[in-house]
Protein backbone atom coordinates (compact mmCIF):
# COMPACT_ATOMS: atom_id res chain seq x y z
CA UNK A 1 0.00 0.00 0.00
CA UNK A 2 3.39 2.23 0.21
CA UNK A 3 3.75 4.52 -2.62
CA UNK A 4 0.07 4.55 -4.19
CA UNK A 5 -1.67 7.82 -3.86
CA UNK A 6 -4.53 6.41 -4.32
CA UNK A 7 -4.51 4.15 -1.61
CA UNK A 8 -3.18 7.01 0.30
CA UNK A 9 -6.42 8.75 -0.08
CA UNK A 10 -8.41 5.70 0.10
CA UNK A 11 -6.83 5.31 3.85
CA UNK A 12 -7.11 9.00 4.47
CA UNK A 13 -11.48 8.86 3.85
CA UNK A 14 -11.78 5.69 6.00
CA UNK A 15 -9.61 6.88 9.15
CA UNK A 16 -11.85 10.63 8.49
CA UNK A 17 -15.77 8.72 7.97
CA UNK A 18 -16.61 6.39 10.39
CA UNK A 19 -19.67 4.79 7.92
CA UNK A 20 -18.23 4.73 4.30
CA UNK A 21 -19.71 3.63 1.09
CA UNK A 22 -18.15 3.63 -2.40
CA UNK A 23 -21.07 3.82 -4.44
CA UNK A 24 -21.92 4.61 -8.05
CA UNK A 25 -23.93 7.77 -8.28
CA UNK A 26 -25.01 9.35 -4.72
CA UNK A 27 -27.73 8.57 -2.48
CA UNK A 28 -30.41 10.06 -3.82
CA UNK A 29 -29.68 9.26 -7.23
CA UNK A 30 -27.68 5.88 -7.69
CA UNK A 31 -26.87 5.04 -10.71
CA UNK A 32 -26.63 1.20 -9.94
CA UNK A 33 -29.15 -1.21 -8.37
CA UNK A 34 -26.88 -2.55 -6.60
CA UNK A 35 -25.72 0.46 -4.79
CA UNK A 36 -29.07 1.84 -4.49
CA UNK A 37 -30.30 -1.37 -2.55
CA UNK A 38 -27.21 -1.09 -0.13
CA UNK A 39 -28.57 3.19 0.69
CA UNK A 40 -31.80 2.21 1.30
CA UNK A 41 -30.56 -0.22 3.65
CA UNK A 42 -28.82 2.21 5.49
CA UNK A 43 -31.44 4.63 5.47
CA UNK A 44 -33.74 2.23 6.59
CA UNK A 45 -31.23 2.08 9.51
CA UNK A 46 -31.18 5.10 10.05
CA UNK A 47 -27.05 4.92 9.76
CA UNK A 48 -25.73 8.22 8.65
CA UNK A 49 -23.32 7.97 5.86
CA UNK A 50 -20.94 9.47 3.94
CA UNK A 51 -20.76 8.18 0.68
CA UNK A 52 -18.05 8.48 -2.80
CA UNK A 53 -19.12 8.14 -6.09
CA UNK A 54 -16.70 6.16 -8.08
CA UNK A 55 -18.58 7.17 -11.26
CA UNK A 56 -16.79 11.05 -10.72
CA UNK A 57 -13.51 9.40 -10.28
CA UNK A 58 -11.89 6.90 -12.03
CA UNK A 59 -8.57 6.04 -9.46
CA UNK A 60 -10.79 5.26 -6.38
CA UNK A 61 -13.05 3.15 -9.14
CA UNK A 62 -10.18 1.01 -9.75
CA UNK A 63 -8.31 1.74 -6.85
CA UNK A 64 -10.88 0.43 -4.14
CA UNK A 65 -10.86 -2.71 -5.87
CA UNK A 66 -7.40 -3.24 -5.30
CA UNK A 67 -7.34 -1.46 -1.56
CA UNK A 68 -10.42 -3.94 -0.64
CA UNK A 69 -9.04 -6.87 -2.81
CA UNK A 70 -12.75 -7.30 -3.75
CA UNK A 71 -13.76 -6.91 -7.44
CA UNK A 72 -17.30 -4.96 -7.38
CA UNK A 73 -18.81 -1.68 -6.48
CA UNK A 74 -20.82 -0.99 -4.03
CA UNK A 75 -18.35 -1.53 -0.81
CA UNK A 76 -19.37 -0.63 2.07
CA UNK A 77 -16.55 0.44 5.21
CA UNK A 78 -17.17 0.55 9.20
CA UNK A 79 -14.30 1.87 11.06
CA UNK A 80 -11.90 1.40 8.74
CA UNK A 81 -13.60 -2.50 8.29
CA UNK A 82 -14.38 -3.64 4.78
CA UNK A 83 -18.00 -5.34 5.62
CA UNK A 84 -19.30 -6.02 2.15
CA UNK A 85 -20.89 -5.60 -0.66
CA UNK A 86 -24.45 -5.48 -1.66
CA UNK A 87 -25.20 -9.22 -1.18
CA UNK A 88 -23.49 -9.01 2.14
CA UNK A 89 -25.08 -6.08 3.30
CA UNK A 90 -28.81 -7.41 2.11
CA UNK A 91 -28.59 -10.72 3.75
CA UNK A 92 -27.08 -9.52 7.21
CA UNK A 93 -29.89 -6.97 7.27
CA UNK A 94 -32.60 -10.06 6.39
CA UNK A 95 -30.61 -12.12 9.12
CA UNK A 96 -30.98 -9.26 11.40
CA UNK A 97 -27.35 -8.72 11.83
CA UNK A 98 -26.50 -5.39 11.01
CA UNK A 99 -28.11 -3.71 13.85
CA UNK A 100 -26.09 -5.73 16.07
CA UNK A 101 -23.00 -4.61 14.04
CA UNK A 102 -23.54 -0.96 14.18
CA UNK A 103 -24.50 -0.66 17.63
CA UNK A 104 -21.45 -3.12 19.07
CA UNK A 105 -18.84 -0.72 16.77
CA UNK A 106 -21.22 2.46 18.90
CA UNK A 107 -22.87 3.25 15.62
CA UNK A 108 -26.05 5.65 15.82
CA UNK A 109 -29.07 3.92 14.25
CA UNK A 110 -31.69 6.52 14.31
CA UNK A 111 -34.76 4.09 13.63
CA UNK A 112 -33.21 1.25 16.07
CA UNK B 1 -18.23 -11.16 -23.91
CA UNK B 2 -20.64 -12.26 -21.54
CA UNK B 3 -20.20 -15.66 -19.78
CA UNK B 4 -22.72 -18.53 -19.62
CA UNK B 5 -24.08 -19.97 -16.77
CA UNK B 6 -22.67 -23.81 -17.44
CA UNK B 7 -19.25 -21.63 -17.02
CA UNK B 8 -19.50 -20.01 -14.00
CA UNK B 9 -20.51 -23.32 -12.92
CA UNK B 10 -17.91 -24.85 -14.08
CA UNK B 11 -15.35 -22.18 -12.63
CA UNK B 12 -16.67 -22.21 -9.17
CA UNK B 13 -16.54 -26.36 -9.29
CA UNK B 14 -13.38 -26.08 -10.46
CA UNK B 15 -11.98 -24.43 -7.41
CA UNK B 16 -14.19 -25.96 -4.80
CA UNK B 17 -14.92 -29.33 -5.99
CA UNK B 18 -17.38 -29.99 -3.25
CA UNK B 19 -19.95 -26.80 -3.93
CA UNK B 20 -23.74 -27.22 -4.80
CA UNK B 21 -23.37 -24.52 -7.62
CA UNK B 22 -27.09 -23.17 -8.50
CA UNK B 23 -27.01 -20.41 -10.63
CA UNK B 24 -30.41 -18.50 -12.07
CA UNK B 25 -29.99 -15.96 -15.49
CA UNK B 26 -31.92 -12.79 -13.64
CA UNK B 27 -32.65 -11.14 -16.20
CA UNK B 28 -32.26 -13.52 -19.12
CA UNK B 29 -30.04 -11.67 -20.77
CA UNK B 30 -26.47 -13.44 -20.19
CA UNK B 31 -25.36 -10.84 -17.80
CA UNK B 32 -26.73 -10.84 -13.99
CA UNK B 33 -26.99 -13.92 -12.43
CA UNK B 34 -27.26 -15.16 -9.39
CA UNK B 35 -25.56 -17.87 -7.78
CA UNK B 36 -26.10 -20.34 -4.76
CA UNK B 37 -22.44 -21.82 -3.36
CA UNK B 38 -22.74 -24.48 -1.00
CA UNK B 39 -19.41 -26.12 0.36
CA UNK B 40 -17.84 -27.47 3.14
CA UNK B 41 -14.16 -25.47 1.91
CA UNK B 42 -16.50 -22.80 3.47
CA UNK B 43 -16.43 -23.75 6.84
CA UNK B 44 -15.15 -21.21 9.51
CA UNK B 45 -14.59 -18.39 7.26
CA UNK B 46 -16.57 -14.73 7.62
CA UNK B 47 -19.08 -14.02 4.57
CA UNK B 48 -16.77 -11.93 3.05
CA UNK B 49 -14.02 -14.41 2.46
CA UNK B 50 -16.68 -16.89 1.63
CA UNK B 51 -17.35 -14.55 -1.10
CA UNK B 52 -13.88 -13.93 -1.52
CA UNK B 53 -13.36 -17.90 -2.33
CA UNK B 54 -15.80 -17.89 -4.98
CA UNK B 55 -14.77 -14.53 -6.87
CA UNK B 56 -11.11 -15.64 -7.10
CA UNK B 57 -12.99 -19.05 -8.50
CA UNK B 58 -13.39 -17.03 -11.65
CA UNK B 59 -10.34 -15.37 -11.84
CA UNK B 60 -10.65 -11.67 -12.17
CA UNK B 61 -13.49 -12.12 -14.55
CA UNK B 62 -15.96 -10.95 -11.74
CA UNK B 63 -16.52 -7.39 -12.35
CA UNK B 64 -15.44 -7.33 -15.58
CA UNK B 65 -16.77 -10.00 -18.40
CA UNK B 66 -19.13 -10.84 -15.16
CA UNK B 67 -21.38 -7.89 -14.89
CA UNK B 68 -23.23 -8.92 -12.01
CA UNK B 69 -23.26 -11.78 -10.30
CA UNK B 70 -25.35 -11.54 -7.23
CA UNK B 71 -23.86 -13.88 -4.77
CA UNK B 72 -25.06 -15.97 -1.70
CA UNK B 73 -22.95 -18.51 0.12
CA UNK B 74 -23.51 -21.14 2.75
CA UNK B 75 -21.50 -23.95 4.65
CA UNK B 76 -22.15 -27.76 3.61
CA UNK B 77 -23.00 -29.88 6.69
Known amino acids: ?112 | MAMSAREIELAIRAALPDADVTITDLAGDGDHYAAMVVSGAFKGKTRVQQHKMVYDALSGRMGGQLHALSLQTSVKD
Request: hydrophobic share 45%.
Open chain 1, 1 to 112: MNDNPTHDRIAKDLAENEVLLFMKGTPVFPQCGFSAAVVQVLSELGVKFKSVDVLKDAEIRQGIKEFSNWPTIPQLYVKGEFVGGCDIIKEMFEQGELEPFFAERGIALANA
